[in-house]
C-alpha cells in the first residue's frame, strides 16, 4: 500500500510538472526593432534577405532569436503577428512579407517618390510546433530605423490548440 501510495504522489507529482511547463508555454509576446542602435538603411539588395530585428523589447517565453530574427513556435495554437515598415521615397520601395516555414503569408508594400513612407500588415496564422515565423525584405527594397523605432515587429500567441 506504501509503495502504491508513493507512485501515485510521482505521478501527481510529474502531472503537475507537465501542466508547468504547458502553462510557461502559454505566455508568449515578443516585439523588436530593427536597429541595435543609431539609424540607417537596410538594404536595397540583389537578393531577398530575412530582415533581423536587434532591439528586444519584450521577449517573454524566448521565442524569437534576435541573432536569427526568426520566430519558432514552441507550442501549437494561433499566433498573431504585426509588422511596421518604416522608410523613405526613392527608386526602392519600403516593403517586407511575412513568412512562416517557406511560404509567403502577407506583405506589406509602399512606393513614392519622396517624403517618409510606412507599410504595415498582420496575420493570425495557427502554427504547429517547431514553424518558423521571420520577415523576408525582398531585393531591391530600401528600410530605414533609428532610435525612434519606427520599424517593428512583433508577435503573441493568441490561444493554444
Ligand atoms: C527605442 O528603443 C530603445 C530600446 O528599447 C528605447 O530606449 C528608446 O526609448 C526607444 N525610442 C523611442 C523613441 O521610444
Known sequence: QAAELASVKVNAE???????????AKQLAFSASLLA???????????????????????IG???NPNT?????????????????HGHGSTNPTSAVLVKNGEQIFTSWTHQPAGAQKASNG????????????????????IYDNTDNHTTFSGHLLFTM
Open 14 to 24: 510529474n502531472q503537475v510538472e507537465a501542466l508547468k511547463i504547458q502553462g510557461e
Open 37 to 59: 542602435s543609431g539609424s540607417g538603411y537596410t538594404g536595397p539588395f540583389n537578393t531577398d534577405i530575412t530582415l533581423i530585428f536587434r532591439n528586444v523589447v519584450t521577449n
Open 62 to 64: 524566448n521565442a524569437y
Open 69 to 85: 530574427g526568426l520566430f519558432t513556435a514552441p507550442v501549437r495554437g494561433v499566433y498573431h503577428f504585426d509588422f511596421h515598415i
Open 123 to 142: 496575420v493570425s496564422l495557427l502554427l504547429e510546433i517547431g514553424d518558423v515565423v521571420f520577415l523576408r525584405m525582398r531585393a531591391n527594397s530600401r
